[in-house]
């Protein structure tokens, strides 16, 4: 039932995409205060429908229709050189140990004061230098589904601020050169604070440095965007990232320090007909020697990933516009191979429908594999397939 309605709902969306020619633009709400002062305001909403084989704790197919995220968004400048950003999230997860997908926290919490093109000092609540999929986050990915890669620890909820990336710290960022082609960004933070593991309260070291090769990323502070729709030209930026904490990993009966690093790029261009040819590719490895078969025994160990990892992204998006948006088909293979343990695998291939960017799109998916798999007992490798229907709307 789930299944059908869902698939009604859908191709009225699209229906009406095509009967009514709604303005593709939008804007947030920015209250101007004087020449230095200003407010700005924003929201960002992403939701979908999965259906997963053998997804239901009986065998049965699995289904399940959420609200991935919802996201109020403020920016502000006090002063010449210090301006601040403020914003929260709805998760659909678990905080403290209780299920409740209408709980509110805080996402970023940043001061910052920002000086010239070469440097700059972000502090507070915020996403910790890592792959560009981290500094893209869900709402300014290329594909509805996030990378499958193993996550940095900063996504961990043994972190108080670990959720999406952030942890609290300060980072160091800024661009070198002429045309700013160099970027660099650089921090400390909480990191693990398990005073189990971490007994001798260590702190997160995390970097990041990228090369624009062709066009200049245009983006706040340090982030990114992992697609521009052709926007921006042609892109072609590879980046390395590295993070490293003493007795970041493990349990207390074997302590491991963590060492994360990845090396990431994209390539964009936009062809003599409009089409635009996006690529995205990562590779990642993780150190943390613990022992595998004593982790997990209290509540305070971290387990984190250990191994190398991988991915492949390929999108095309046709010139012709179609209703008010525009298709873009996509493909992408992904491989996580841990020191201990079975490799895994998953292919995804999709459709999107871009009406604005980042701003509006939906999409139609399917992946096969058996990344992040599991029965209701523990982990399993058989390969599974998963369909999904999803929107993503944002208010900038």
């Not at 942890?167 to 002429?178: C, S």
């Not at 892109?235 to 490293?244: C, E, G, K, P, S």
């Not at 995804?348 to 999409?363: F, M, P, T, W």
Request: hydrophobic share 35%; charged share 20%.
């Amino acid at each position: 039932m789930k299944k059908n309605l869902l698939g009604v709902l859908f191709i009225a969306f699209l229906a009406g995409i095509f009967l009514f020619q709604v303005p593709p633009t939008y804007a947030g709400g920015k209250i101007q205060i004087d020449d230095t002062k200003w407010v700005d305001f924003g929201m960002g909403i992403r939701s979908s429908y999965t259906g997963t084989e053998d997804g239901a704790p009986n065998g049965d197919f699995g289904n399940n229709i959420g609200l991935d995220n919802f996201r109020l968004y403020m920016n502000g400048q006090i002063h010449e050189y210090i301006k601040f950003e403020f914003n929260t999230e709805t998760t659909p997860f678990s905080i403290n140990g209780t299920d409740n997908d209408t709980d509110m926290f805080v996402l970023d919490a940043i001061a910052k004061f920002e000086f010239n093109q070469y440097i700059n000092i972000w502090a507070g609540r915020m996403l910790a230098a890592s792959d560009r999929a981290e500094l893209s986050g869900p709402f300014f990915a290329s594909t509805y589904t996030f990378n499958k890669t193993p996550f940095y620890p900063q996504d961990f909820g043994n972190f108080n601020a670990g959720k999406f990336g952030r942890d609290d710290g300060v980072n160091l960022w800024g661009a070198l050169g002429k045309k700013k082609r160099f970027t660099y960004v650089a921090g400390l933070f909480d990191g693990l604070d398990s005073s189990l593991v971490n007994s001798s309260d260590s702190m997160l070291f995390a970097a990041r440095v990228s090369y624009n090769f062709l066009n200049v990323e245009k983006n706040p502070g340090y982030y990114t965007s992992s697609t521009y729709y052709g926007e921006a030209g042609d892109i072609f930026t590879v980046a390395y990232a590295l993070q490293r904490q003493n007795h970041g990993a493990g349990s207390a009966i074997d302590t491991s320090d963590f060492t994360g690093m990845s090396a990431d790029l994209l390539y964009e261009t936009k062809l003599a007909d409009n089409s635009v040819v996006t690529i995205e590719g990562e590779v990642k490895h993780f150190d943390a020697n613990y022992d595998k078969s004593t982790c997990g025994g209290d509540a305070g160990d971290f387990c984190i990933f250990d191994g190398d990892s991988w991915l492949a992204k390929g999108l095309y998006m046709f010139p012709q516009q179609v209703g008010i948006g525009h298709f873009q088909p996509y493909v992408v293979y992904t491989g996580v191979s841990p020191d201990a343990g079975n490799s895994q695998f998953e292919f995804e291939g999709g459709l999107n429908y871009v009406i604005d960017g980042h701003k509006a799109k939906a999409s139609l998916f399917y992946q096969y594999g058996d990344i992040d798999r599991f029965d209701f007992s523990g982990l399993d490798n058989r390969n599974q397939y998963t369909i999904g229907l999803a929107l993503q709307f944002q208010l900038l």
